[in-house]
């Protein structure tokens, strides 16, 4: 009987799928231009609208307010972890204890999301059964969720993971069953054909696969939705984190720590976008393979 096997990756991996003479580093340079000269426009538009006083200056700080407020802020560099102190904050502390919040509810959403996907697609009754819920909870907000969660969780590091949680596990389960449901007919009937004798065996060895790209793109479109999500949580009541400097700030209507968090959280996201840009190309080498 012929066995289903997995495709074989190719010795010599290239980044995009693509050896290093196919992509030049011109290629490279010149997007790291194009990024550089993006945020340094930003930076003269914002500067422009600072000295003009177009925006009142309490309202939105210039760039030199916001290197003032690093430099008013003790220990904001120090790479000891230090909670926050009032009003101050230590960085590498923010963006360690966000990111862990960030990172866990998105796993635990992804890997929960995917095993009821499965579930819901090849079992009829749980379909029946469960569907409907996912469907009835996919619209409300995670801000309607948090009194809930307050309630079960008290004011903890688990609540606030639990409302990230609860953003993301229903909108990647109807995306997973929307990719399972969009899996071409003839990779399953290949499969048949090719020896798979079970549905599981189907599920492993096409299914899988199949909807791997597409839950990859669906992970880092909802990774930002995490980081929104955090912001929302962090109002639990966190000690610290990149959302309680917002939160922080607001309070005391101090727009410099408002705005040099929200820089921190834009630079942290893209960089967190781009790892898993890279990881997804890593683990779909072969789908490069088949595009080029």
């Known amino acids: 009987m012929t066995t289903l096997s997995k495709p074989q990756k190719p010795s010599s991996w290239a980044p995009f799928g693509r050896t290093p003479s196919q992509q030049p580093k011109t290629f490279r340079q010149s997007a790291l231009l194009q990024w550089a000269v993006s945020i340094l426009l930003l930076l003269l538009v914002w500067q422009l609208i600072s000295v003009t006083q177009i925006v009142p200056s309490k309202a939105l700080p210039g760039p030199a307010a916001i290197l003032t407020e690093i430099q008013r802020q003790p220990e904001f560099f120090t790479l000891a972890y230090i909670p926050r102190r009032g009003n101050f904050f230590n960085l590498p502390t923010s963006i360690l204890v966000s990111l862990q919040r960030v990172l866990l509810g998105l796993a635990s959403a992804f890997v929960a999301s995917l095993l009821i996907g499965l579930l819901i697609s090849y079992i009829p009754l749980i379909r029946k059964l469960v569907l409907p819920i996912v469907q009835l909870m996919a619209p409300i907000s995670p801000i309607a969720w948090m009194p809930v969660i307050a309630v079960f969780f008290g004011v903890s590091e688990t609540a606030i993971v639990a409302v990230i949680f609860i953003a993301l596990f229903f909108v990647l389960t109807l995306s997973t069953i929307e990719s399972i449901e969009n899996v071409p007919k003839v990779y399953l009937d290949t499969s048949r ?72 959280i834009g630079v942290c996201g893209m960089l967190c976008e781009a790892l898993l840009r890279t990881i997804q190309d890593r683990i779909l080498w072969w789908r490069r393979q088949i595009e080029l």
């Open 193 to 264: 054909v090719l020896g798979a004798t079970s549905r599981w065996q189907v599920m492993a060895y096409v299914v899988l696969p199949a909807i791997v790209p597409d839950l990859f793109l669906t992970l880092r479109l909802n990774f930002f939705a995490a980081w929104l999500s955090l912001l929302v949580a962090e109002f639990i009541g966190a000690k610290t984190g990149l959302g309680q400097m917002v939160i922080a700030g607001r309070g005391v209507f101090n727009m410099s720590l408002v705005i040099l968090a929200m820089i921190v």
